[in-house]
């Protein structure tokens, strides 16, 4: 790099650009904040639908499937499987695990209690109706 | 070794290399997971071992980084530690919290484990990457405060150079946005954002200042180029890597349902984030060419370099294939994203960690290099990995463009498990790929006991 270009120079880069664009960051989020109610449907978040999410995550779902695409690719999306199976079939599939078919992924029993799966149904379905701009592409996740 | 201080590294770097291998060897059984469905089941089923995998790198990292500032530190500074033994106390609490929660992980089923540890009190675990009880986020806040400390009051009293000052600062970054991972709102949009406010300003952020303050510590001792010069680039890059990647973030809030603007900020930004990694390429490449002196640690050089290449390979050029909002509406959760992950993570931060290593422990062993049979073996594993990791994302890559195409893309969509049995011989590629890596580290660490005739330090 040129002689003129000093080394002050270029930290005062970094401390500007960096102070600036996180400030930006903040803004944008501020902004986000604002705009959210609307596309996450907050006023559907019932006590079952928060229940859900503690069942969701004391499983550790999200270590094999995606949910709204973030997660582990081991197993199928379930930000839109109530849409594509229906909340009978999910508690129906999560009770009959695992499958045992030989050489086939398998998913642990979790011996959830019926008002588990029913919270859990609950927390899949208000997922499957945020605003998540049309993705994903089409019913198969 | 010019301060005595320095040594407290060794630990942290052997901790690091053990903790690395329990990374692999759990990589290799997910790999093979992915073809036979129930290997290890009900053993280890597969979120327990991605769980080990991942935390796992997090932990190992972590102990490379500290390690790395403990040594870097006294000699930036000019200055013994402020504390070597805090240092060493910190080094058990973090390793046993460590052992402790992998151990948890694999023999307390994960819902036991919440109840164990106090989730209920307050829920942080089961989200990607912070799975971590409760306790164990607490220890790491403590380990990492009580580390700030002594290298903030290090700093304090000695030389304060650029290398040290970015580099606290990448420090001080990543302990700050780790709190994020204390807050867990019911709300799952709002979950996410914030989670992001952890992962990505860790991995495309904050990791990046201590990414490219030790490339250029290690720089400046191989290459004997005048400091000015390095630490200019230094802060260029630190500059671009921040102004890039911070609205970059904006690439993770595509789909979560938060506004649409953030297609365009995050494409716009995120499209310029390969800039500061092809500058660590040219850096190290222009460094090494005007060098000043022929440093005989010729492998930490190779180490150097390489972290160049990949991490502008796999964080930069893979990243930006999938960036872009057009192309990420159909690639999204794919195994294109495990492409990228794997070579960005290897080229970035494991390349780095194994460079300061490569350079710092044959002074901690009391001699400016290894003898040349340890280093053409440290050569021959910095090969076998790195084609290795080239080709696990070159397979992956494969398999999510295929992935993509019949789940996403075609006129008649096939089901998620369908498609995956498409795409099997991939996986099986990969995993031999995998079977290389581990050939690759079983090298590395064999160097290390590899004798021969080598120069005292200077």
Redesign the interface.
């Given at each position: 790099?040129s002689q003129a270009?000093?080394?002050s120079m270029?930290?005062n880069?970094?401390f500007g650009?960096?102070a600036f664009?996180?400030l930006?960051?903040v803004a944008?989020?501020f902004?986000?904040m604002q705009?959210?109610p609307k596309?996450?449907h907050?006023e559907n978040?019932t006590p079952a639908?928060?229940r859900g999410?503690?069942v969701?995550?004391?499983?550790?779902?999200?270590?094999?499937h995606?949910?709204?695409?973030?997660?582990?690719?081991?197993?199928?999306?379930l930000g839109n499987v109530y849409k594509r199976r229906g909340g009978e079939f999910v508690k129906a599939w999560i009770k009959s695990q695992?499958t045992?078919v030989?050489?086939?992924?398998?998913?642990?029993q979790?011996n959830l209690t019926d008002q588990e799966l029913d919270d859990m149904v609950a927390f899949l379905k208000?997922?499957g109706e945020?605003?998540?701009?049309k993705?994903?592409?089409?019913?198969?996740? | 070794m010019q301060y005595q201080s320095q040594k407290v590294a060794m630990p942290y770097f052997i901790a690091a290399i053990g903790l690395f291998t329990g990374q692999i060897l759990f990589g290799l059984i997910?790999g093979l997971?992915?073809v036979?469905?129930?290997f290890l089941?009900?053993a280890i089923?597969?979120?327990?071992a991605?769980?080990v995998h991942t935390n796992l790198l997090i932990v190992w990292l972590l102990f490379g980084f500290m390690g790395a500032a403990y040594y870097m530190i006294p000699e930036e500074t000019e200055s013994e530690l402020f504390s070597p033994k805090l240092a060493w106390l910190m080094f058990w609490i973090f390793l046993v919290a460590g052992a402790l929660t992998i151990v948890g992980y694999l023999l307390v089923p994960?819902?036991g484990l919440?109840k164990m540890t106090f989730?209920d009190l307050w829920?942080t675990?089961?989200?990607?990457f912070l799975?971590q009880p409760l306790p164990t986020k607490l220890g790491i806040v403590v380990v990492a405060l009580a580390f700030l400390f002594n290298i903030s009051m290090t700093i304090l009293k000695g030389r304060k150079t650029?290398i040290a000052l970015v580099l606290l600062m990448g420090l001080w970054g990543l302990a700050v946005f780790f709190l994020f991972s204390f807050y867990?709102p019911?709300?799952?949009?709002?979950d996410?954002?914030f989670w992001w406010w952890t992962v990505h300003l860790w991995v495309e952020g904050v990791w990046e200042l201590i990414l490219g303050s030790l490339l250029a510590f290690v720089l400046i001792k191989v290459t004997g180029v005048d400091r000015?010069?390095i630490?200019?680039?230094l802060?260029?890059i630190?500059?671009m890597t921040?102004?890039t990647g911070?609205?970059g973030?904006?690439h993770h809030?595509?789909?979560?349902?938060?506004?649409?603007y953030?297609?365009w900020?995050g494409s716009v930004f995120s499209a310029l984030e390969p800039i500061p990694f092809f500058m660590m390429t040219v850096f190290a490449f222009t460094m090494v060419n005007r060098r000043r002196r022929e440093h005989p640690n010729k492998a930490a050089t190779l180490w150097a370099l390489g972290t160049g290449v990949m991490s502008f390979l796999g964080a930069g050029v893979w990243g930006f294939l999938h960036t872009l909002a057009p192309v990420n509406?159909?690639t999204?959760?794919?195994?294109i994203?495990?492409a990228h992950g794997h070579m960005a993570f290897y080229g970035a931060y494991v390349m780095v960690v194994l460079t300061i290593i490569s350079y710092a422990m044959p002074v901690m062993r009391g001699r400016a290099a290894n003898s040349e049979k340890a280093q053409v073996m440290e050569m021959w594993s910095f090969w076998l990995m790195t084609v290795a990791i080239v080709f696990i994302t070159l397979f992956l890559t494969a398999a999510g463009i295929l992935q993509v195409w019949l789940?996403?893309?075609s006129d008649t969509?096939?089901?998620?498990?369908a498609a995956?049995d498409q795409v099997t011989l991939f996986y099986w590629l990969r995993e031999i790929s995998g079977v290389i890596f581990l050939i690759g580290l079983i090298t590395y660490i064999a160097s290390f006991f590899v004798g021969g005739e080598t120069k005292e330090a200077a």
């Open positions: 790099m270009f000093t080394k270029a930290r880069i970094f650009g960096s664009f996180f930006l960051l944008l989020t902004d986000t705009v959210l596309r996450d907050r978040i639908v928060e999410k503690m969701w995550e004391k499983n550790d779902c999200i270590g094999c995606t949910l709204l695409g973030e997660g582990a690719y081991f197993a199928p999306e695992p045992k030989p050489g086939r992924r398998q998913m642990p979790f208000w997922t945020i605003n998540t701009s993705w994903p592409p089409n019913i198969e996740g | 997910m997971q992915y036979m469905g129930d089941f009900p089923p597969f979120n327990v991605r769980m994960y819902a919440a989730n829920p675990m089961g989200r990607e799975e650029s867990n019911s709300n799952l949009v709002l996410k954002y000015e010069i630490e200019k680039w802060y260029i630190v500059a921040l102004i911070i609205i973030t904006g809030y595509y789909w979560i349902g938060t506004p649409e953030w297609q900020f509406f159909y999204h959760g794919t195994q994203t495990a789940q996403r893309v969509p096939m089901g998620f498990m995956q």
